[in-house]
């Protein structure tokens, strides 16, 4: 199979893979279905940028979801079930319950046993999906990833202790919270007004600032939960920091970013992963924000067994700040690292 922008395709082009919507992770459209021009039509006004497809030009090729169907629907049920809980804590001002994230916790697990299966097998990172399933998805696809690349690094170089000593043992406990924190990492964008969140046009100096409150928004909805450690703490408060302190919440640089929080945020530069087969110095360029210059080495060869991304509009690469939605790329664009730029809407 491969991945086609809906911009080109052809009748008769057979799906490869579901295409999801919802909170359940119901298909859109279901692999093997036979793409009419009414059906690219429905995929365009979904706001499904590129689909995977068989056609002679990918026989062969057969890259693996990193995630099974069955998980991912039962991440997508639990990540709904904590974020319909999390609203209503935003629209009364106190915090999730303690109990609020039990059940994250058998999602985490359930990815990591995955993952440890693939074997250096090609991988696909996220499942298509149409706009309305992404706030559910995204989280799910930057958990995956971003437990990909911490599961090699710690596995390689071990981890740094509160004392700065690194360690080369208890990787699996290490691992599970640091999937906790993956899959938390954007809960505080709850607290920003879809108004600010869904807005296709610029963002306003007083929106942007609105949008960078969401980290610590997010520490103070998970803060009395059961999955609260420093370790989920740091993931969900500094996974936009950046390297050279470009970031926020509070601009910290290199080493003062705990390394969990670095690894959260290349996992959360979706645009830039979607084209690293395509456009590798944007790619590069957005995980350097992140990454100390000895880790970029250990990220290419991750990146080696990793197939192209395909996107949700809401992830998609846009022109410029001020582009209207009627603006956004029809086809796959080169990606940017726009998620880095000051004051553009960030892909997580």
Same mark, same amino acid.
């Given at each position: 199979?491969?991945?086609?922008?809906?911009?080109?395709? !052809?009748?008769?082009?057979?799906?490869?893979?579901?295409? *999801?919507?919802?909170?359940?992770?119901?298909?859109?459209?279901?692999?093997?279905? =036979? *793409?009419?021009?009414?059906?690219? #039509?429905?995929?365009?006004?979904? #706001?499904?940028?590129?689909?995977?497809?068989?056609?002679?030009?990918?026989?062969?090729?057969?890259? !693996?979801?990193?995630?099974?169907?069955?998980?991912?629907?039962?991440?997508?049920?639990?990540?709904?079930?904590?974020?319909? $809980?999390?609203?209503?804590?935003?629209?009364?001002?106190? /915090?999730?319950?303690?109990?609020?994230?039990?059940?994250?916790?058998?999602?985490?697990? !359930?990815?990591? *046993?995955?993952?440890?299966?693939?074997?250096?097998?090609?991988?696909?990172?996220?499942?298509? &999906?149409?706009?309305?399933?992404?706030?559910?998805?995204?989280?799910?696809? +930057?958990?995956?990833?971003?437990?990909?690349?911490?599961?090699?690094?710690?596995?390689?170089?071990?981890?740094?202790?509160? =004392? #700065?000593?690194?360690?080369?043992?208890?990787?699996?406990?290490? *691992?599970?919270?640091?999937? @906790?924190?993956? +899959?938390?990492?954007?809960?505080?964008?709850?607290?920003?007004?879809?108004?600010?969140?869904?807005?296709?046009?610029?963002?306003?100096?007083? $929106?942007?600032?609105?949008?960078?409150?969401?980290?610590?928004?997010?520490?103070?909805?998970?803060?009395?939960?059961?999955?609260?450690?420093?370790? +989920? !703490?740091?993931?969900?408060?500094?996974?936009?920091?950046?390297?050279?302190?470009?970031?926020?919440?509070?601009?910290?640089?290199?080493?003062?970013?705990?390394? @969990?929080?670095?690894?959260?945020?290349?996992?959360?530069?979706?645009?830039?992963?979607?084209?690293?087969?395509?456009?590798?110095?944007?790619?590069?360029?957005? @995980?350097?924000?992140?990454?100390?210059?000895?880790?970029?080495?250990?990220?290419?060869?991750?990146?080696?067994?990793?197939?192209?991304?395909? @996107?949700?509009?809401?992830?998609?690469?846009?022109?410029?700040?001020?582009?209207?939605?009627?603006?956004?790329?029809?086809?796959?664009?080169?990606?940017? /690292?726009?998620? &880095?730029?000051?004051?553009?809407?960030?892909?997580?």
């Amino acid at each position: 199979m491969r991945l086609v922008a809906t911009s080109d395709l !052809q009748e008769n082009t057979t799906l490869a893979r579901d295409i *999801l919507t919802g909170r359940d992770a119901a298909p859109l459209l279901r692999a093997g279905v =036979k *793409l009419s021009a009414r059906f690219i #039509g429905h995929l365009q006004r979904a #706001g499904i940028l590129s689909v995977y497809v068989d056609d002679q030009y990918s026989e062969g090729i057969d890259a !693996q979801p990193v995630i099974s169907a069955q998980t991912r629907g039962v991440a997508t049920r639990a990540v709904a079930a904590v974020y319909e $809980e999390a609203k209503r804590c935003v629209a009364s001002g106190r /915090a999730l319950e303690p109990d609020a994230t039990d059940g994250l916790s058998d999602v985490v697990d !359930q990815i990591l *046993l995955e993952i440890e299966s693939l074997d250096g097998k090609a991988v696909v990172l996220a499942d298509l &999906c149409a706009a309305d399933a992404y706030a559910l998805q995204h989280p799910i696809d +930057v958990t995956a990833l971003g437990l990909l690349i911490g599961r090699r690094l710690i596995i390689e170089h071990g981890w740094l202790d509160y =004392k #700065g000593e690194r360690q080369n043992n208890r990787h699996e406990e290490r *691992l599970f919270r640091l999937g @906790m924190g993956l +899959v938390l990492s954007d809960i505080g964008k709850l607290a920003i007004p879809d108004s600010i969140l869904n807005k296709p046009g610029e963002l306003s100096e007083e $929106e942007w600032e609105i949008v960078k409150t969401h980290p610590k928004a997010g520490v103070k909805l998970v803060r009395d939960t059961g999955a609260w450690c420093p370790l +989920v !703490q740091a993931c969900v408060l500094r996974h936009h920091e950046r390297w050279n302190g470009a970031g926020y919440p509070e601009g910290k640089t290199a080493t003062e970013i705990h390394e @969990m929080a670095r690894i959260a945020g290349t996992a959360s530069c979706r645009k830039p992963r979607r084209s690293m087969m395509r456009a590798p110095s944007s790619a590069w360029r957005c @995980m350097s924000a992140h990454s100390s210059p000895v880790r970029l080495a250990g990220l290419r060869r991750i990146a080696s067994g990793i197939a192209s991304l395909p @996107m949700s509009w809401k992830s998609a690469a846009w022109p410029s700040r001020s582009s209207s939605a009627s603006e956004r790329p029809s086809s796959l664009p080169i990606a940017s /690292a726009s998620c &880095c730029t000051r004051r553009e809407w960030p892909a997580v």
